[in-house]
């Protein structure tokens, strides 16, 4: 079993619809990152988390510790939205493991 | 603030050649880290440094593969003899590093997508 989960594998949405994207881990973890990788390939970290919520725009980060489960939210999704989502836990110092991404794709 | 920079961005070369890439970090980050991108295996941590010191190689798939930190601003990944298999994109990373107290996000550079043929 991966230590980390991520779902939907693929997401299809409409533009202007709310997003939710989940991510589970089964090990302790220091924090954790979401990351967006577009279609041209760069990645680029969205959040890094250990507690609590983050917002940034149209974007929220949050994460129950208890529960070893984090959930990425895009409101009002735009076609620019269109990416691979990572997940990914940092279990000692700076090293990360990650979730295999959630490919969403925004229709306008 | 110039990011990280890696090169080549693709390298295609033929099966048993030695292939080299680059990676210079962001100036002032004491972390460095190289990934692998796959299809099958999505993203994986090869090795990482830190203050130039490797610090975990066990994502290192075998001995063809070696990386090497010589100061703060510059770091090579090299695959001697180089496999089909070692066709990926290949990420170098950079953080502040462990010498705060808390997490810090990484920095990724845009990639050397490699193919072996």
């Known amino acids: 079993k991966n230590e980390v989960e991520q779902s939907p594998q693929n997401l299809t949405a409409q533009e202007g619809e709310f997003i939710t994207i989940n991510c589970s881990y089964s090990?302790?973890?220091?924090?954790l990152h979401w990351l967006q990788q577009h279609p041209g390939g760069g990645i680029v970290s969205l959040f890094m988390?250990?507690?609590g919520k983050k917002k940034h725009g149209r974007l929220i980060a949050t994460i129950n510790i208890q529960e070893k489960h984090s959930s990425l939210h895009i409101t009002a999704s735009h076609p620019r939205d269109s990416a691979v989502y990572i997940c990914a836990v940092e279990k000692v110092s700076d090293k990360l493991i990650f979730g295999t991404g959630t490919r969403l794709q925004v229709f306008p | 603030d110039a990011g990280v920079i890696q090169s080549p961005r693709h390298e295609v070369t033929e099966m048993g050649q030695e292939v080299t890439l680059r990676c210079k970090p962001i100036s002032g980050h004491n972390s460095l880290f190289w990934y692998r991108q796959t299809m099958m295996r999505g993203l994986e941590l090869l090795i990482y440094f830190n203050n130039n010191v490797p610090i975990d190689d066990s994502g290192m798939p075998e001995d063809r593969f070696s990386a090497k930190m010589p100061n703060a601003s510059f770091s090579t990944l090299k695959i001697q003899p180089s496999e089909p298999r070692d066709s990926a994109v290949y990420f170098c990373?950079?953080?502040?590093?462990?010498?705060?107290?808390?997490?810090?996000?990484?920095?990724f550079g845009d990639g050397t997508r490699l193919s072996i043929l």
């Open positions: 090990v302790g973890i220091s924090a």
């Open positions: 988390l250990s507690s």
């Open positions: 990373a950079s953080s502040p590093g462990t010498h705060f107290s808390r997490p810090q996000p990484q920095h």
